[in-house]
């Protein structure tokens, strides 16, 4: 197999040009085969595999419990399934924080046994020499900045963050430091979207907005949320794009009422 063809048609660079000539960057998670192969086909440019599997995939309330291992996992599916998107790995909770040399031997397993493209981790300043560590050995890295999940327990509320000022210079202090490390996008979770227009224009990466308004490079949304399977999560930014909650429902007690009064399977369904 060439250089070229373990290459997907989206690479880090690629973005860098999006923002550069102003075409907005589609991103959305994935976190199985088959919802990959959609997503991937349909033309989406990145392609997520989020923590947020801790939620939507194994029904946890945080994203903290989710470990490295059961990552691979999903990163694995979802790799086998793409052929056009770049594919970006969140490093989970434990697996980086305080400690350059563990972060760079998890961002090393992500790489190594998913074959995904990049990974991603939550923070600024404080997990810098991280950054730094990691990229050295080659390996790209999108920035999440704002609103991250992993530190619920600290903010205690999944309220909008950086709308007091001092909250909001560092985070602009972040962006920019991120940025000029050569981290090749960076994801901004619930800020004011004035903040997010500002930190876009000031810094070369690519910005990726969840909740953080239009003036973003691109935007990201979690795929059970866009496609209306979660019911009980409606902020403000969502935007849903799908009612598959009720199709789904539906399909199941049809089948449910079909087996219960033996029309399927019918004559023609079986051998
Ligand atoms: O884990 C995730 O899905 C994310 C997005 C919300 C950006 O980090």
Redesign the pocket.
């Known amino acids: 197999m060439s250089v070229e063809s373990t290459v997907r048609a989206v690479t880090t660079y690629r973005l860098t040009e999006m923002k550069q000539r102003g075409e907005k960057i589609a991103m959305l998670?994935s976190y199985d085969y088959s919802m990959a192969k959609i997503v991937d086909a349909a033309g989406i440019d990145v392609i997520?595999v989020?923590?947020?599997a801790a939620n939507v995939m194994a029904g946890y309330e945080t994203?903290l419990p989710i470990t490295l291992d059961m990552m691979i996992y999903h990163a694995r599916s979802v790799v086998r399934a793409v052929e056009h998107a770049l594919v970006v790995v969140?490093l989970p909770f434990g697996a980086y924080q305080g400690n350059s040399k563990v972060a760079l031997d998890s961002a090393i397993r992500i790489m190594k046994e998913t074959e995904a493209d990049a990974i991603?981790i939550e923070g600024g300043e404080e997990i810098l020499e991280s950054v730094n560590r990691i990229l050295s050995a080659g390996i790209p890295i999108m920035g999440?900045l704002g609103l991250t999940?992993q530190s619920i327990h600290k903010f205690g509320t999944y309220a909008v963050r950086a709308k007091e000022e001092a909250e909001a210079e560092k985070l602009m202090h972040d962006a920019r430091l991120l940025s000029d490390a050569g981290c090749f996008g960076i994801?901004l979770?619930k800020i004011p979207a004035e903040l997010a227009a500002r930190v876009t224009k000031e810094i070369a990466a690519p910005t990726i907005g969840?909740g953080a308004g239009g003036g973003c490079d691109g935007q990201?949304l979690?795929i059970h949320d866009m496609l209306g399977i979660n019911k009980g999560f409606s902020p403000r930014f969502l935007r849903r794009y799908a009612d598959l909650h009720t199709m789904m429902t539906g399909a199941v007690e049809q089948y449910i009422k079909d087996v219960k009064e033996c029309d399927f399977p019918n004559e023609k369904e079986q051998y």
């Open positions: 998670t997520l989020g923590d947020s994203t969140d991603k999440h999940p994801v979770e969840i990201v979690v």
